[in-house]
């Protein structure tokens, strides 16, 4: 057939494709409207219509029936349609992995979520006095209860409790803060820049690696409205090196009328002495110095959602409340109930290392988490001819900038694929369904069983196998 006759049949082929009005009016088209929104159906028709029509006129397609095309159009509409937030598997170790949304919430915290969601609530209403009331009245007792604060609130994160608790106490003055805990938390996100919005002054003491208390009473005058003191939760700096312990600080602010704030950062509300941590002070005994403000994460080792906790003196607490800011900054009511119930499994601190799985899985038993990557391994092994598989011992890390100074003895799964590159996989995976993320290390890729949900397992190895295809 010479290239005129090529070109009118191609025309031919062409006259026969559906238009978008004909495959919406199909039984596929239907179909698909049942399923996904119109604005999706209708782009994923013209996409495809659009595209076989290229096909056509280059010669690499002749089949223009709606039952064929029906499949390209709804894997196409399936896409577009698809939640850009989705579950993934974490099998980097890295419990409080900022990436990948830091805390797994507790069961329970879960669950009440679920029934605040679906319905309505007394999120802002008082059900014995059959009146208004405020959202931080259900976390008050509790908050007072655990840390054996006068009172305490709840903001959307930390930064948004150091920004309103500068802003109320310290506007147009100074606060006075340590050179080597003039952190950056993450995002780039500076105490200094966040002491600026706030509309306070900083007044920096000592060095990098040593302060003491003569620098902080040196610094006092009369614009001194704040002494405020960073937990160095993301970093620690080693050898010559001196800082002023919380209680003397508070000495010397209550001798000077001053009063003193301590940002924890992380925030961690059971003591992790016991597991060989002892550089993460818990709330409870940072809360007994006296302080007259304390911030914390409740998303990071508190192991619940995102949030800023404020704990500390009522009267410094009801002003911080009444902060025109505390609107813009205040939690919705599906992060209140996720909080409150996080908080409740800390009223039986003894069986919070359970329940909070963030505490579980930072200091779960090395032997146990051997025993699930043995599963995983020999879960995979069965019909695997293209890949070594084998357990290896490694570590894990905290994350979330919280505990950076330890290593946590872990195992993980070792893949080594056969046919295609480590990177490849790690590509496949990370991009399949359920996306899995992972780390690789000396050609190998490392799925770290401690991060590894066991309920989780079924759908990894599935998914694994599925890459090596």
């Known amino acids: 057939m010479d290239s005129e006759g090529k070109m009118d049949h191609r025309k031919e082929i062409l006259s026969r494709l559906p238009s978008v009005d004909e495959v919406l009016k199909s039984d596929c088209g239907t179909e698909l409207l049942g399923r996904y929104p119109r604005r999706y159906v209708l782009d994923a028709i013209r996409d495809v219509i659009s595209s076989r029509r290229s096909k056509i006129l280059d010669g690499s397609s002749k089949d223009v029936s709606i039952e064929e095309l029906a499949l390209h159009i709804g894997s196409k509409a399936g896409l577009l349609s698809s939640y850009s937030l989705r579950p993934v598997i974490n099998a980097t170790g890295i419990v409080v992995h900022t990436n990948l949304g830091r805390s797994v919430l507790p069961r329970r915290a879960i669950e009440h979520v679920v029934r605040i969601a679906g319905g309505y609530s007394n999120l802002e209403y008082e059900l014995d006095a059959g009146k208004r009331g405020k959202r931080h ?12 604060a006068e009172d305490g609130i709840a903001v959307n994160n930390n930064a948004g409790a150091v920004l309103i608790c500068l802003n109320t106490m310290a506007k147009g003055r100074e606060v006075i803060v340590s050179r080597g805990e003039l952190v950056e938390i993450g995002g780039s996100f500076r105490v200094p820049d966040v002491m600026a919005f706030s509309g306070a002054f900083l007044r920096e003491v000592g060095t990098t690696n040593k302060t003491h208390l003569y620098d902080y009473e040196n610094a006092i005058s009369e614009r001194t409205a704040l002494i405020l003191k960073v937990h160095q939760s993301n970093f620690k700096i080693t050898g010559f090196t001196e800082e002023v312990p919380a209680e003397r600080l508070v000495a010397l602010g209550r001798s000077r009328d001053i009063p003193v704030m301590y940002d924890l950062g992380s925030g961690c509300l059971v003591d992790l002495g016991p597991w060989g941590v002892h550089t993460e002070p818990s709330v409870q005994e940072i809360v007994k110095c006296g302080l007259s403000i304390v911030t914390f994460s409740g998303d990071k080792l508190l192991g619940g959602p995102q949030a800023g906790l404020i704990v500390g003196k009522e009267e410094l607490i009801g002003r911080i409340q009444k902060n025109p800011f505390a609107r813009a900054v205040r939690i919705d009511k599906l992060t209140l109930s996720a909080l409150e119930a996080t908080l409740m499994e800390y009223a039986d601190i003894e069986k919070a290392g359970e329940s909070i799985p963030t505490i579980r899985m930072l200091f779960e038993e090395p032997d146990s988490i051997r ?80 991060t590894i949900q066991p309920g989780e397992i079924p759908l990894l190895v599935r998914a694994i196998k599925a890459s090596l295809r």
């Open 137 to 148: 009245t259900h976390i008050r007792r509790l908050l007072r209860d655990i840390t054996g």
């Open 371 to 450: 025993k699930r990557a043995g599963r995983i391994a020999l879960n995979l092994r069965r019909d695997m001819l293209n890949a070594s598989i084998s357990v290896i011992s490694d570590y894990s890390q905290a994350g979330g900038g919280a505990i950076p100074e330890k290593d946590f003895p872990t195992y993980a799964v070792s893949i080594r694929p056969d046919r295609i590159s480590v990177n490849e996989l790690e590509e496949r995976l990370r991009r399949g369904e359920p996306p899995i993320i992972a780390r690789i290390r000396e050609g190998a890729l490392l799925l770290d069983a401690r």
